[in-house]
């Protein structure tokens, strides 16, 4: 009878323990990990880093969802969801069409409306431009949960940018858009400035619309006309992340490519017409043949764009040498475990020689997910929020 009590004790204090260690390491692993540029001014950005308490106070921590423990599960509960309305991302967007000067067209969509930017009251008020990555769009649940805070916690003008055919945008070019032309988003930039030019503008971009900022700040550094900017998620070293999309595995194979190309060939059939009188003739059915999004960027961005094949592209396309040059408060939000643009590529060194970057690191976020809580909240939203709020003060 003893003994028995004795051998349940034991288990129950080997289970304690190990319950103890699991959830002590699940706390530790949680911390945020901080890369700042070192000072050489008060116009640094570690002054505005202290009105971010979501990444330095003595709390700041990402916990993830328990049953979203690892970046694969965060990045595929990111994509489910990219349709979902809830009270964080129920918004009704005012779509304006922009016509770009080959022709082709940007969608503009306003949250609010762009009715209240003539108001008294909301003249000069700051707007906070959206680039969504690759395929993205202002329909994804996190651009919309992100605007909407945005919007209503900060009391400014939203404005997402949907790129060429995405979002339900016509394609009326044949030409596309990539990783590395700023283009599209500099005349955004002029557009906005020429139109609300009391209006401070601040940006935030996610993945491939991430990488586009950064290149943008970078290369035209004091002349860049934003006022500060966030990335999320960004590869920064685009071969690195072409490497790790194109890998053979159960995500890539069934999960993450499959819903990219179901994306890409959904673009290429509503605009077909459009795409064949494109002078590079693209082999229409091969596109329609692929499977991983090498073989449409073999097929149809590198041609369009000059490039020997896919992965001269890729090396084309980092924007991790453009974070030098980079003259703006400046965020980046990355994961240790994002399974689409993996931290190799990440340019940490980079960053801590910059004093006007900083580049905040999670051990668990996965591609765009940072999903925090019982019932999954995006953990980003915060830090973005405050960050934007510190750079207006």
């Known amino acids: 009878m003893i003994s028995d009590y004795k051998k349940r004790l034991s288990y129950l204090v080997v289970a304690g323990a190990a319950a103890y260690y699991g959830a002590s390491k699940y706390i530790q692993d949680s911390k945020i990990q901080l890369v700042v540029g070192q000072e050489d001014s008060e116009e640094g950005i570690e002054k505005l880093l202290e009105q971010c308490p979501s990444l330095t106070s003595n709390e700041a921590k990402l916990l993830p969802t328990p049953y979203l423990c690892n970046g694969i599960l965060q990045t595929i509960y990111c994509t489910k969801i990219a349709l979902t309305t809830d009270k ?8 304006e069409s922009m016509t770009m000067s080959d022709e082709g067209t940007v969608s503009l969509d306003w949250y609010p409306e762009r009715t209240y930017m003539e108001k008294a009251e909301r003249k000069g008020k700051p707007i906070v431009l959206v680039v969504p990555g690759l395929g993205g769009s202002a329909y994804e649940y996190h651009v919309r949960c992100t605007v909407k805070q945005l919007a209503d916690n900060l009391n400014v003008q939203t404005v997402v940018c949907n790129h060429r055919g995405s979002g339900r945008t016509p394609l009326t070019s044949p030409r596309l858009y990539n990783a590395y032309d700023t283009s599209d988003l500099q005349a955004i930039i002029k557009y906005m400035g020429s139109k609300y030019p009391e209006s401070r503008l601040l940006c935030v971009g996610y993945s491939m619309g991430a990488n586009l900022i950064t290149r943008y700040l970078g290369e035209f550094g004091d002349e860049a006309k934003l006022h500060g900017a966030v990335a999320i998620s960004c590869p920064f070293d685009t071969f690195v992340a072409g490497k790790a999309m194109n890998a053979r595995g159960y995500f890539n194979d069934w999960l993450f490519q499959p819903n990219l190309m179901a994306t890409i060939k959904r673009v290429i059939r509503r605009n077909l017409q459009v795409v064949q009188t494109s002078p590079l003739n693209y082999d229409i059915d ?11 960027d073999n097929l149809v961005t590198a041609r369009a764009y000059g ?15 453009f974070v030098d040059g980079i003259k703006r408060p400046f965020l980046a939000i990355n994961a240790e475990d994002d399974p689409v643009t993996p931290v190799d590529g990440v340019p ?38 405050e960050f934007f709020q510190a750079v207006l003060q």
């Open 88 to 95: 964080q991302s129920d918004i009704t967007y005012d779509r």
């Open 286 to 296: 091969a596109i329609m043949k692929a499977k991983r999004m090498m073989e449409v």
């Open 307 to 321: 490039h020997q094949d896919c992965w001269d592209y890729y090396k084309a396309a980092s924007s991790a040498e």
């Open 348 to 385: 940490q060194g980079r960053f801590a020689k910059n004093p006007m970057t900083a580049l905040a690191l999670v051990k668990h976020g996965g591609h765009i997910g940072f999903f925090t809580g019982v019932t999954p909240r995006i953990w980003y939203i915060d830090p973005v929020v």
